[in-house]
């Protein structure tokens, strides 16, 4: 559990006793991201706080009214800069864009607005979101905020919020004591470590406390990795689930909108917010979200809140409740904290595809003291063999999601020429590469130099790697064989879910089901990126720690990482079939502790 970060239960409590109000709340958290953000680089943009106050006056005098709209209401959130937002210029944190200014709310934004929230900012992200550790950015890299907040208490948030102390000061100093002690004595330069990409400001926006939840995209790991790293939960519902409409993309056929929060109470409760399941005005076409995927609508199972403790709070649903033998039941609980029947009658698979040698002996040992405490909720847990998800079809399946990936980015980005779509590089900027226009027409050397000035290292080499890919001479060989590999590592999950084929510890026999699987989110800790030791990983080495999440993506399956301990940077993920975001957040629930 994280002792110094605020839940969205915590928060209903404290606005519906007026112990804070939202008020006091937004100005906590607006004036630490503007304060910090020198030192963390977590913001691309903040709202200015005169600008949102009003907002959170009137969410103040609805809690004052038991009149709450939502679980969110009044409740400062962040946005990744690659989603579109009222007012802020949409970036992607790429040069291309950085003319890009829009005037309308996404979908998903239009919702969370309508449910009460506050957007306070977006955050700094890997461009296009393309990177692993969160340095690939036109706005500078962001670094993990995680290591300097260990000794700031729950407690003292609370008090400083009700005094309108921003700790910013105090926080400062702590962070300058702890750059110091690990200074390197040399060179005197701090080490600071990777937060993850590409949500790497999402994750580490909810790490500080600077937003409660932050909304990202994660096409191949971008929202489970950062959350591993910074210590927070990171949800990648099934692919659709969540509205696509005014993200910048990627690869369309893997981007997935997703959520970070400080607890799977947190992200169950914004996702039923967020998911595309339409309302009868919707339905009857009356509705304003007509940019939806509807297909999520049908056979969805249950909402995700059903499976979440219930919150004394001014909300009132029916999907919180619980019938009062159940919640007699759940105060049964584990010498540790973890109940022992929260997860009675659940099997959980442990796939052996996934333990890779270079799995770190870390990662390793937290992920046996994961399975320990599942057990210990009453889960029935056994290891998937090899011959049911093959440990050579997932070591494929990365080479296969680059192949996908850079394709369909060469593809979509291939708009961003500076007369169509993307800020144009011209005029005196042109004049200095003079030689390089006697090779072309001029039209042709305009694009080049748009598009060479406009893309950062990362993103061009994805887009020649993708154009390659896509020629007549390699699609068969390359394009091809990574949509086979994609269609067996989905098979394989999907056999394995539906008949098991497991064996050993928890009670499931070889033609039982499978609810959830759990996996480690990455395979091993942050790297330094900053620092004498710190050494500058080419894209072969940022790509291995992927090896954990893109089969999950390939699949299209929902998934979350959890920590595993408080301010560990070792994540546990746990993925199940298709729209089985209440199994997954219900098993995150109970080995979170939160």
Same mark, same amino acid.
């Given at each position: 559990?994280?002792?110094?970060?605020?839940?969205?239960p915590?928060?209903?409590?404290?606005?519906?006793?007026q112990?804070?109000?939202?008020?006091?709340?937004?100005?906590?958290?607006? /004036?630490?991201?503007?304060?910090t953000?020198?030192?963390?680089?977590?913001?691309? /943009?903040?709202?200015?706080?005169?600008?949102?106050?009003?907002?959170?006056?009137?969410?103040?005098?609805?809690?004052?009214?038991?009149?709450?709209?939502?679980m969110?209401?009044?409740?400062?959130?962040?946005?990744?800069?690659?989603?579109?937002v009222?007012?802020?210029?949409?970036?992607?944190?790429?040069?291309?864009?950085?003319?890009?200014?829009?005037?309308?709310? =996404?979908?998903?934004?239009?919702?969370?607005?309508?449910?009460g929230?506050?957007?306070?900012?977006?955050?700094?992200?890997?461009?296009?979101?393309m990177?692993?550790?969160?340095t690939?950015?036109?706005n500078?890299?962001?670094?993990?905020?995680?290591?300097?907040?260990?000794?700031?208490?729950?407690?003292?948030?609370?008090?400083?919020?009700? /005094?309108?102390?921003?700790?910013?000061?105090?926080?400062?100093?702590?962070?300058?004591?702890?750059?110091h002690?690990?200074?390197?004595?040399?060179?005197?330069?701090?080490?600071?470590?990777?937060? $993850?990409?590409?949500?790497?400001?999402?994750?580490?926006?909810?790490?500080?406390?600077?937003?409660?939840?932050?909304?990202?995209?994660?096409?191949?790991?971008?929202i489970?990795? +950062?959350?591993?790293w910074?210590?927070?939960? $990171?949800?990648?519902?099934t692919?659709?689930?969540?509205?696509?409409?005014?993200?910048?993309?990627y690869?369309?056929?893997?981007?997935?909108? $997703?959520?970070?929060?400080?607890?799977?109470a =947190?992200?169950?409760?914004?996702?039923?917010?967020?998911?595309?399941?339409?309302?009868?005005?919707?339905?009857?076409?009356?509705g304003?979200?007509?940019?939806?995927?509807?297909w999520?609508?049908?056979?969805?199972?249950?909402?995700?809140a =059903?499976?979440?403790? +219930?919150?004394?709070?001014?909300?009132?649903?029916?999907?919180?409740?619980?019938?009062?033998?159940?919640?007699?039941?759940e105060?049964?609980?584990?010498k540790?904290?973890?109940?022992?029947?929260?997860?009675k009658?659940?099997?959980?698979?442990? +796939?052996?595809?996934?333990?890779?040698?270079?799995?770190?002996?870390?990662?390793?040992?937290?992920?046996?003291?994961?399975?320990?405490?599942?057990?210990?909720?009453?889960?029935?847990?056994?290891?998937?063999?090899?011959? =049911?998800?093959?440990?050579?079809?997932?070591?494929?399946?990365l080479?296969?999601?680059?192949?996908?990936?850079?394709?369909?980015?060469?593809?979509?980005?291939?708009?961003?020429?500076?007369?169509r779509?993307?800020?144009?590089?011209?005029?005196?900027?042109?004049?200095q590469?003079?030689?390089?226009?006697?090779?072309?027409?001029?039209?042709?050397a305009?694009?080049?130099?748009?598009?060479?000035?406009?893309?950062?290292?990362?993103?061009?080499?994805?887009i020649?790697a993708?154009?390659?890919?896509?020629s007549?001479?390699?699609f068969?060989?390359?394009?091809?064989?990574?949509?086979?590999?994609r269609?067996?590592?989905?098979?394989?999950?999907?056999?394995?879910?539906?008949?098991?084929?497991?064996?050993?510890?928890?009670?499931?026999?070889?033609?039982?089901?499978?609810?959830?699987?759990l996996?480690?989110t990455?395979?091993?800790g942050?790297?330094?990126?900053?620092?004498?030791?710190?050494?500058?990983?080419?894209?072969?080495?940022?790509?291995?720690?992927?090896?954990?999440?893109?089969?999950?993506s390939?699949?299209?399956?929902?998934?979350?990482?959890?920590?595993?301990?408080s301010?560990?940077?070792?994540?546990?993920?746990?993925?199940? +079939?298709?729209?089985?975001?209440?199994?997954?957040?219900?098993?995150?629930?109970?080995?979170?502790?939160?």
């Amino acid at each position: 559990m994280s002792r110094n970060r605020l839940t969205l239960p915590i928060i209903q409590q404290l606005f519906t006793s007026q112990t804070i109000t939202p008020n006091q709340l937004l100005t906590f958290c607006h /004036q630490l991201a503007s304060q910090t953000n020198d030192t963390f680089n977590i913001f691309s /943009q903040l709202t200015p706080l005169d600008q949102l106050l009003q907002h959170a006056q009137e969410s103040t005098q609805r809690y004052a009214q038991n009149t709450p709209k939502s679980m969110i209401d009044g409740v400062p959130i962040s946005i990744k800069a690659n989603i579109a937002v009222k007012g802020f210029p949409l970036t992607a944190n790429s040069n291309i864009l950085q003319d890009n200014s829009l005037g309308y709310d =996404c979908v998903l934004c239009k919702k969370l607005k309508q449910a009460g929230a506050i957007i306070v900012g977006t955050t700094n992200m890997d461009e296009f979101g393309m990177g692993s550790l969160g340095t690939h950015s036109n706005n500078g890299f962001t670094v993990n905020p995680l290591p300097f907040l260990q000794d700031i208490s729950y407690g003292d948030y609370i008090q400083r919020i009700q /005094q309108g102390n921003v700790p910013c000061m105090d926080m400062n100093m702590n962070m300058n004591m702890h750059m110091h002690m690990n200074m390197d004595e040399q060179d005197q330069h701090p080490i600071l470590l990777s937060p $993850g990409g590409s949500s790497s400001g999402s994750a580490a926006s909810v790490s500080m406390g600077s937003s409660i939840i932050s909304i990202g995209t994660d096409t191949g790991g971008s929202i489970r990795l +950062p959350a591993a790293w910074c210590g927070v939960v $990171g949800l990648k519902p099934t692919y659709g689930a969540i509205s696509r409409d005014g993200v910048v993309s990627y690869a369309s056929s893997l981007d997935t909108v $997703g959520i970070l929060g400080p607890s799977a109470a =947190c992200v169950g409760y914004t996702l039923d917010i967020l998911r595309n399941v339409k309302s009868p005005s919707e339905m009857a076409g009356h509705g304003e979200d007509d940019n939806d995927n509807d297909w999520y609508h049908d056979q969805v199972k249950d909402s995700t809140a =059903c499976f979440i403790d +219930p919150v004394s709070s001014g909300v009132h649903t029916h999907k919180y409740e619980k019938e009062e033998e159940e919640e007699e039941e759940e105060e049964k609980e584990c010498k540790d904290g973890h109940r022992h029947d929260t997860l009675k009658g659940m099997n959980i698979g442990i +796939p052996a595809a996934f333990s890779v040698d270079g799995c770190s002996s870390q990662v390793r040992d937290a992920w046996e003291r994961s399975v320990d405490r599942l057990i210990q909720c009453g889960a029935n847990v056994s290891v998937v063999s090899q011959e =049911c998800i093959s440990p050579q079809v997932v070591k494929l399946s990365l080479p296969a999601y680059y192949v996908i990936s850079c394709a369909e980015a060469s593809s979509n980005l291939a708009r961003y020429d500076g007369l169509r779509y993307g800020t144009s590089f011209v005029a005196s900027q042109q004049r200095q590469h003079q030689h390089q226009q006697q090779q072309y027409q001029q039209r042709e050397a305009q694009f080049a130099y748009t598009r060479s000035m406009g893309f950062g290292r990362e993103v061009q080499r994805r887009i020649l790697a993708g154009t390659a890919v896509l020629s007549s001479d390699r699609f068969h060989t390359h394009y091809e064989g990574a949509t086979n590999i994609r269609a067996v590592m989905t098979k394989q999950f999907q056999n394995a879910f539906e008949h098991g084929g497991g064996s050993g510890g928890g009670g499931i026999g070889e033609e039982g089901s499978i609810d959830v699987m759990l996996i480690p989110t990455a395979l091993s800790g942050p790297p330094m990126i900053g620092g004498k030791d710190a050494k500058p990983l080419d894209s072969t080495e940022a790509f291995q720690n992927d090896v954990m999440t893109v089969p999950i993506s390939l699949a299209g399956l929902p998934s979350i990482s959890v920590p595993v301990d408080s301010f560990s940077m070792v994540g546990m993920q746990i993925f199940g +079939p298709r729209k089985s975001e209440g199994q997954i957040l219900r098993v995150a629930q109970a080995l979170h502790g939160v």
